[in-house]
């Protein structure tokens, strides 16, 4: 069946298509050229819309156990949030820790046609993957947490031959069914279950004598020579702590030209001035960023209002358990491999601190130059849920609104950061680049965020509505692999989405140091660990998508 | 989910998970005992053996006793949950891909979705959502933990392998000399054999009553924050008794408390699960400590996350109103029976012979293994096999984070719940 899109404006960074009125034609879920004789079956005139890629969230914790912890933990989020089932859609519930299908057609109502849940704890693996299957329409990958896992840190602290841990990487992505890697608070989940507190860049593991320098440079190196696209994905040591940019500004460093992806940075990017000694670090930050094109980053934007905080930085959510709001959270030390903390939190406008942390994360926005390198996030749920987005866009497509909400939220908070001072606005373009191309080029998919021939035809059309927030919040239309699934913001079709995979080469011979490994310490055989594909496709609820790797380097 | 191929001789698995507790073990070896029946060949306990061993039946399904054909079955049970007025889907003793289907099976015929154990499940899930816990998993406790007290708990009854695995297990990751452990019992009554070998040092019972336990730890927390307490008795303790339980926390660098939320089986329960977590919160201010609830039988871990994924709520759901609304007082199974506010019950035991229905005249469909002892003919009978026997699967262990495929391991008749759930469905 040919479809044709006809009269669209098309915004297309991938392909530097910046509004250019085209045709798109779709056969088979993909884009092809225009026929010469085209005898179309389908055709949507969507003359004046604007078309992009469907959109991709690189980061949202939306599958795995600290998720449905979370969901059990706050019946509150969902009580008024309830959604019955439909000839079409399952019913579900949920605002910011949506159930797993309402999550799905929250997304695909946003005009987004995939997500990655970042922190997929290798133990925890299976799970993950059966909330992400249980998880509508929207394609999914996740990337496995190493770091804190016994396993690795033996290997480092043994200074174990450097191909061997480069195999334990790659056959922990093998077995997690992972596209990318994960290191949360490197070497602090692990140094919280021997009773350290804190774990700076440069402090020694009390057990194993390594450093979070060493577990980071350690990863990205091992992650380029095995030709994993997406860098190692860094969630720092000291996230919210006041004077953390100087462990930010010292992580980006020692990386020395490794490449690097700095998750949610709002989270590190404070300092110490002022009365509160809690102030912005974003310009130092975003110089940092600009200045070193090896490093990417997305922002974790807080959003306010009621959320769930959910880490697997055990360390960090113990000392956050302080804040929890309503007042009950889980911690937990997990497997010899990683741990969890869920924190309930409601950020609040009027709060200094919140406030500020609000403005640390435009900041970012507006000071980092390369959309390219700089991802669209809330760090969903962690900054607010990712049904925020169409307001984030505005806030940073349209400076007078930008303005009236700066005036609504703590004023003392604004003196301690340089937003009111920027006038930049995104534009249509750019944020094209930070919610689709940039994110699909970044974890190495390959067809995907852009609108190229070839493409898989993952398609959103909006209505050119100069209120940016009502523009994003409702496309008109969705195409999930050249199939119709939203009108008008509304599901029409559900479907199963794939699972992304990267599967980068290893030396089967690993499994001979894993298997006693498993078999002395661990509760799970080493064949059980392990998901096979089939487990993925699930008889039909899945599909595994192989994303390709570049040449294994030594 | 194809089952991996024997690697010692016909029909001997190896690495295979065991679904008839919440440890989910799963270094068991099966092989056959002729008659379609099986053998645990290695690393068995009393639970995987009655359940692995039991004799291999393959039963006809039956209305009002009589024998018809599964799709005669499927049809008739379809007409009995749409004429109905609110369905309850119960029993639940099944895995994820079971409890799956139950919920969209749920969803499209409007009922009530609770599980046989919830009563125990919602000891932890109360203290859950109003104040939390900070837990550890079988494989950390396994290397790290130097103290165990077992609260209140016949933890070697409900997981016969928890000693072995976790407790006594001679290496330790941290250390080629493991310190000897401490191992307390806190409660009258609970069977202490299985704490013994090498890295065993003290084993300590303290008989208290079981709902005195609260008391203890409520103590405990006053100590803590360093009240001076007088009493020459605490909980029915002496107090020096409990001071010494504390001066052997206080000596631990990691200690794990470990309780079954079925062993708190009085009024107010759910407050000894809520001290006993309170206790170890406080005791992380500077220390590490932990908690490790047990149990877990039936499947109640796979059902109770499957269902809080997908309906956001952890049991105790109703579809009645199309939307999933949760309240666990009223969604509970046997008040509904009871009041009679239900007309209709669909009971689910796929994997013990022991997990019957509430014994009530509301017209019942049982989806069972072949051998479940009924006490009463049920209105229609559908034998069905189980999950990591007859057919494959995935269970969620009772530590919330691992979980397992579940192997099929000979060749049955027997039709999975899943599949005669979706059949329901598609009939409805």
């Known amino acids: 069946m040919l479809i044709k899109l006809t009269g669209g404006r098309i915004y297309d960074p991938a392909n530097e298509v910046d509004g250019e009125v085209r045709d798109i034609f779709i056969e088979n879920g993909r884009i092809v050229s225009p026929p010469p004789n085209p005898k179309v079956d389908h055709e949507y005139p969507v003359h004046g819309r604007v078309i992009m890629a469907g959109g991709i969230d690189p980061h949202s914790h939306i599958g795995g156990g600290k998720m449905t912890i979370a969901r059990m933990m706050l019946p509150e989020d969902h009580i008024g949030q309830e959604f019955a089932r439909t000839d079409i859609t399952r019913a579900g519930v949920g605002y910011a820790i949506p159930s797993t299908m309402t999550a799905g057609y929250r997304y695909a109502e946003m005009g987004y046609t995939a997500a990655f849940e970042p922190a997929m704890l290798p133990s925890n693996a299976r799970q993950a993957h059966m909330e992400l299957a249980d998880t509508a329409i929207i394609d999914k990958g996740a990337f496995a947490m190493l770091g804190s896992d016994d396993f690795f840190l033996r290997q480092l602290a043994a200074k174990s031959d450097f191909s061997a841990i480069k195999d334990y990487i790659a056959w922990t992505m093998h077995a997690t069914q992972a596209i990318a890697v994960k290191v949360v608070n490197p070497g602090g989940i692990s140094a919280f279950k021997f009773n350290q507190r804190k774990l700076d860049l440069d402090e020694k593991h009390t057990y194993y004598g390594v450093s979070p320098r060493d577990i980071i440079v350690t990863l990205a190196r091992g992650l380029k020579e095995l030709g994993v696209v997406h860098p190692i994905h860094i969630h720092g040591c000291n996230l919210g702590v006041p004077g953390g940019v100087e462990t930010t500004l010292a992580t980006i460093k020692g990386a020395e030209g490794l490449p690097i992806h700095l998750t949610h940075i709002q989270f590190h990017s404070y300092g110490t001035e002022g009365d509160m000694k809690f102030s912005s670090a974003a310009a130092q930050v975003a110089e940092a960023v600009n200045t070193n094109p090896n490093v990417s980053c997305d922002v974790g934007q807080v959003m306010f209002g009621q959320t769930c905080t959910a880490s697997g930085d055990s360390m960090r959510q113990f000392v956050n358990t302080r804040s929890a709001y309503p007042k009950k959270w889980v911690v937990m030390d997990i497997e010899c491999d990683a741990g969890c903390g869920v924190v309930p939190f409601k950020y609040r406008d009027k709060s200094f601190v919140n406030a500020l942390q609000w403005a640390i994360g435009l900041e970012l926005f507006l000071l980092i130059n390369d959309p390219w390198r700089l991802f669209l996030t809330t760090d969903h749920p962690n900054g607010g849920p990712f049904t925020c987005y169409p307001h984030l866009i505005r806030l940073l497509m349209d400076k007078t609104f930008r303005q009236e909400m700066m005036q609504t939220i703590n004023q003392d908070a604004l003196k301690y950061s340089t937003l009111s001072t920027l006038d930049r606005e995104y534009t249509l373009y750019e944020i094209a680049i930070m919610t689709r191309a940039g994110p699909a080029r970044s974890l190495g998919l390959a067809d995907r965020g852009h609108l190229g021939v070839g493409a898989c035809a993952d398609i959103t059309v909006y209505d050119d509505n100069p209120d940016r927030e009502a523009m994003f919040a409702t496309p008109e239309l969705l195409f999930k692999n050249g199939e119709l699934i939203v009108r008008n913001g509304k599901i029409v079709k559900a479907v199963n989405g794939a699972t992304h995979v990267a599967r980068p080469s290893y030396d089967r011979s690993i499994e001979r140091q894993l298997k006693p490994y498993f078999d002395d310490y661990n509760t799970v055989r080493m064949e059980n660990f392990r998901l096979s594909d089939d487990e993925i496709t699930d008889n039909g609820r899945g599909s595994l998508i192989i994303q390709p790797t570049k040449a294994r380097v030594a | ?428």
């Open chain 2, 1 to 428: 989910m194809e089952s991996e191929k024997s690697t010692n001789g016909a029909n001997h698995y190896e690495n295979v998970a065991c679904p008839f507790c919440g440890m989910a073990c799963d270094d068991l070896d099966i092989g056959p005992s002729g008659n379609g029946s099986l053998k645990v060949l290695k690393n068995g306990c009393a639970r995987s053996v009655a359940g692995f061993e039991r004799p291999f039946i393959e039963k006809s399904p039956e209305i009002d006793g009589k024998n018809v054909s599964l799709d005669e079955a499927i049809a008739a049970a379809a007409r009995l949950i749409r004429d109905s007025r609110l369905p309850i889907f119960g029993g639940l003793g099944t895995d994820v891909e079971g409890t799956r289907a139950v919920m969209a099976l749920a969803e499209r015929g409007g009922g009530v979705v609770d599980h046989a154990l919830s009563a125990s499940v919602y000891r932890n899930v109360r203290v859950m959502q109003s104040s939390g816990w900070l837990t550890t998993t079988l494989t950390e406790a396994r290397n790290r933990a130097d103290l165990f007290i077992i609260a209140g708990s016949d933890i070697n009854k409900s997981n016969p392998r928890f000693f072995e695995r976790i407790v006594c297990n001679e290496a330790s990751m941290f250390s080629d000399n493991p310190p000897k452990r401490t191992v307390i019992f806190l409660g009258e009554g609970l069977d202490q054999s299985a704490a013994k070998g090498e890295r065993i040092g003290d084993v300590l019972t303290i008989p208290c009553k079981i709902d005195r336990i609260g008391e203890i730890l409520d103590a405990m927390r006053a100590i803590q924050k360093g009240a001076a307490i007088t009493a020459d008795t605490i909980g029915g303790l002496p107090r020096a008794t409990v001071e010494d339980l504390f001066a052997r926390y206080k000596a631990s660098t990691y200690g794990v408390i470990v309780w079954n939320p079925a062993s708190f089986d009085f009024p107010g329960g759910d407050l000894t699960v809520q001290t006993i977590c309170e206790f170890i919160k406080e005791s992380n201010a500077t220390s590490r400590f932990a908690g490790l609830s047990l149990g877990g039988n039936e499947g109640s871990p796979s059902v109770t996350a499957v269902c809080a994924w997908q309906s956001g709520y952890p049991l105790r759901v109703s579809y009645a109103n199309g939307k999933p609304e949760y309240d666990a007082e009223r969604y509970d199974a046997t008040r509904l029976l009871a009041s009679r506010e239900s007309d209709l019950l669909v009971w689910l035991a796929s994997f013990g012979d022991d997990l019957v229905p509430p014994d009530t005249d509301v017209p019942t469909i049982v989806l069972g293994t072949p051998g479940l002892k009924l006490k009463r003919q049920p209105k229609i009978f559908i034998p069905v096999g189980t999950p990591g026997v007859d057919h494959v699967g995935r269970a969620i262990r009772v530590d919330n984070v691992v979980s397992l495929p579940l192997r099929k391991l000979r060749q049955s008749k027997l039709p999975s719940a899943p599949d005669v759930l979706a059949s329901i469905e598609a009939a409805l």
